[in-house]
């Protein structure tokens, strides 16, 4: 996945996978799984079982697209009735981002971790981790923040998490660690896709500067 990438894109891409490939990869588990647990259970009710998921997945998004305002509670009920689904990451996710965009924090950090939690792809899994990250900031939980930032993460996603950090020490006064983050995150990123890491840098040099 190209680094370069918002994550947005990244989610978007990955949407755009599983809708276009999602039940092949389904009749494929069944397919590989059919030696361990029994060809005729697995198609007769898993694999049935994430068909009817996919198709409930695309019916909620394209509800939603028609009345944004019900989809909150269409995508906590698809959540509720398809506990062991794929799709049950990208709706966590979704929802996650639709509290985040009304500043409903504390509930943007149950979806999120709702969307670790279920989540069947590692690069959902790290823009679920990172996002998680940021919203523990937002609620200031700087501990938890760094706690999730510990997780073992693509290398793609490693200078975000890094400039996360750096945000989490500079709220905590931690100058120094702030400024190794920011570094660490600059010399994993060109600068010219995310200029605002070095002003990051040269505001916590002023800020350093203007504390002596």
């Keep these: ?9 990244q989610v978007e891409a ?15 588990l069944a397919i590989g799984f059919a030696g361990f ?16 998921a996919s198709e409930a997945y695309q019916v909620m998004l394209d509800a939603a697209a028609k009345d944004s305002a019900s989809f909150a509670a269409a995508g906590e009920k698809f959540i509720a009735e398809n506990d062991g689904s794929s799709y049950t990451m990208l709706t966590a996710i979704a929802l996650a981002k639709e509290a985040a965009d ?10 999120l971790t709702t969307a670790i939690d279920k989540s069947v792809d590692d690069s959902i899994k790290a823009i679920a ?13 700087y501990e938890q923040a760094l706690t999730t930032l510990s997780a073992q993460l693509p290398a793609a996603f490693a200078a975000n998490a890094e400039e996360i950090k750096g945000d989490v020490y500079f709220k905590q ?16 990123v060109d600068e010219a896709n995310n200029p605002s890491l070095q002003m990051k840098l040269d ?3 002023q800020v350093v500067n203007l504390s002596k």
């Design 37 to 52: 647990i029994g060809l005729n259970y697995y198609k007769d009710h898993k694999l049935q079982q994430e068909l009817n």
């Design 1 to 9: 996945m190209d680094i370069h990438q918002t994550e947005e894109q």
């Design 14 to 28: 990955i949407k755009g996978f599983w809708k276009d490939n999602g039940n092949a990869i389904i009749a494929g």
């Design 129 to 141: 981790t990172l996002r998680l990250a940021r919203v523990q900031l937002q609620l200031e939980k």
């Design 173 to 188: 006064g931690k100058t120094e660690l702030a400024r190794v983050a920011y570094q660490a995150a600059i010399d994993g």
């Design 203 to 205: 505001d916590l040099a």
């Design 102 to 111: 009304k500043q409903e924090w504390a509930q943007a950090e149950t979806y």
